[in-house]
């Protein structure tokens, strides 16, 4: 069994969700496909969760119109047009309804709709084709508790799902999408649909997970700020786990997880341009070279400092720390020590007033808020020549916050103000990667 992941981009226009069928077509192994919803439609969706009703039905009606358009481009068959029209006017009744009923706490509810529309509208194309398909609702399977998928219900609700059919040629189901403990309609965080993958693709022991989008892998900086990244042929599971935690928006934060915990390899492809190499994501090649291979960059940082002149290098004062984050459920990402004194970032600052009040009992407060993370991934072991001088040299114009290094080998962290990372991005770039 294979997975096949395909983003919103590579189902933005019906020629381009034609190509995906074509490709996946190619490769005549048995596969489940997994689609994220059609580009901007989340973003629609969400808007619509939260508009009043006028401006909602405004929105409905160029959704309406666009899905239309849509289809027209899409199917040939006339059986599978009226299939197609008729599933399309439900869902629009049923997003109707809920927007003039104005529930509150919906979105979750609301979002979930542009994985169902993508993932029915690709089963009619597969069906007018007579391939030899089955559609697998997501809610019948993904399940998460306290937001995080829960891999032991999957596996086994996935097989039965799977069982429940004789075997076809492909399966087509939702990204992003389960159902949480209460029975919700909830999801995975934008993004999601990769981690979808990677989880079924883990929890079936898949051959290969394939993530397609619109860029040619992971490339060795953020194409969106850098000019003149290039893809990376080969990671290690640590060193895309790292790369997508810390901001490289072409794999979902916690997507890697699964894959390296199955020993499932992760293969990143463009459906723009098919026959890239692309990037390959398996376990650590002992032969593979040390050094820098890859920088991102996560926005939204948070910095707390906490100053104890006495107290700090007492046992038991990190743990009194770290107990106030656990208290109010956030995570830390980085921390540095001294004697005097203890920073450390986070990158949920929804508590963060209540945080600032439990740890004034413990020294003097501050907190600096839009900061940056850079994060320079590598193989950085500890025989390895001077590998933080590489990384820091490059951003001797840079003022820097926060410097971790040693905490793992495949990654150096580096904390800066916000308003300097297309600065620092640069200057990695040139420093680390240039050619010649
Ligand atoms: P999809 O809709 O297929 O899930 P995404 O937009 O989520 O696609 O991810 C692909 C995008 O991620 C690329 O178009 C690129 O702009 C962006 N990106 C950010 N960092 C990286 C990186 N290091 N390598 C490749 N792409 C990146
Ligand atoms: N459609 C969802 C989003 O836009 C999930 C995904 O694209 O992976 O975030
Ligand atoms: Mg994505």
């Known amino acids: 069994m294979l997975v096949y992941k395909f983003g919103g981009t590579s189902l933005g226009t019906a020629d381009r969700m034609k190509s995906v069928a074509d ?27 939260n508009s009043d009703i006028q401006n909602g039905d405004i929105l409905l009606q160029e959704m309406v119109k666009q899905y239309k358009d849509y289809v027209a481009g899409l199917l040939s068959n006339e059986a599978c047009i009226t299939s197609a029209k008729e599933f399309l006017g439900e869902t629009f009744h049923s997003l109707r309804t809920a927007l003039h009923q104005q529930k509150p706490n919906d979105e979750k509810w609301f979002v979930a709709f542009g994985e169902f529309i993508s993932t029915s509208l690709f089963s009619f194309l597969l069906i007018e084709r007579g391939v030899n398909s089955a559609y697998l609702p997501a809610l019948d399977f993904m399940r998460s508790v306290e937001g995080e998928p829960d891999l032991g219900q999957i596996s086994i609700l996935l097989k039965n799902v799977l069982e429940a059919f004789e075997p ?3 399966y087509v189901t939702q990204g992003y999408i389960c159902r949480n403990e209460n029975n919700q309609t909830d999801n995975l965080r934008r993004g999601g649909s990769d981690y979808t993958a990677t989880i079924i693709g883990a929890v079936l022991k898949a051959e290969e997970i394939q993530i397609w989008t619109d860029i040619d892998g992971v490339h060795n900086n953020d194409p969106r ?18 790369l997508a935690y810390f901001g490289a928006k072409i794999l979902h934060p916690l997507c890697v997880r699964p894959a390296r915990e199955a020993g499932v390899p992760i293969r990143l492809l463009n459906t723009l341009n098919p026959t890239a190499t692309g990037t390959l994501i398996d376990k650590e090649n002992p032969m593979s070279q040390g050094g820098a291979k890859a920088v991102a960059a996560k926005d939204g940082i948070t910095a707390i400092n906490i100053r104890s002149s006495h107290m700090l ?48 009992d413990y020294g003097t407060i501050s907190v600096e808020k839009d900061q940056t993370i850079i994060c320079v991934v590598g193989s950085f072991g500890k025989d390895e020549m001077a590998a933080a001088v590489k990384v820091l040299l490059p951003l001797q114009n840079i003022p820097i916050r926060m410097i971790s290094s040693g905490g793992s080998a495949s990654n150096i962290s580096i904390l800066i103000n916000a308003k300097y990372k297309k600065d620092a991005l640069e ?4 420093g680390l990667f240039a050619i010649g």
């Open 225 to 242: 700020i850098v000019q003149g990244t290039r893809a990376i042929e080969k990671l290690s599971y640590a060193e895309a786990a790292e």
């Open 427 to 430: 200057a990695l770039n040139k």
């Open 313 to 360: 290098m007492a046992h038991g004062f990190l743990r009194k720390i770290f107990e106030v984050f656990e208290i109010h459920k956030t995570s830390v990402d980085m921390i540095t020590t001294s004697e005097v004194a203890v920073s450390l970032t986070i990158d949920d600052d929804r508590n963060l007033e209540n945080i600032v009040n439990d740890l004034k």
């Open 23 to 49: 490709l996946i077509l190619s490769d005549p192994r048995q596969k489940i496909v997994v689609l994220s919803a059609v580009s901007g439609t989340t973003d629609n969706l969400i808007k619509l969760s």
């Open 168 to 170: 076809k040629d492909v």
